[in-house]
């Protein structure tokens, strides 16, 4: 699903909000989300998941090409861990067999 797309289904669940009512709420709901991110904090939606950041170190590489050392600067990257509901609604099973 794209983003566009999950705007025009929530639209459709919601007939008295403007499509560009809802394209602003999903705008700032991901903007939110983003701007946590950044900071450092733990982003958890109960239910649906956490989004965290994992932080690389930074290190020497190769260029695959031409064999050459190259530095890999250190960086962070997001991470999203599934909450229960949203396993057990995937895979059908109980909270206990997860």
Known sequence: MTKSELILRLAKH????????VE??????FDEITAALARGDRV?????????????????????RTGET????ARALPYFRTGRALRKGLNGGTEEEL
């Open 14 to 21: 919601k007939p008295h909000l403007y499509r560009s009512v």
């Open 24 to 29: 602003r709420t999903v705008d700032i709901i």
């Open 70 to 73: 190259v530095t890999v600067p």
């Open 44 to 64: 958890e939606l109960r239910g649906f998941g956490a989004f965290t950041v994992k932080k690389r170190n930074a290190r020497t590489g190769r260029n695959p």
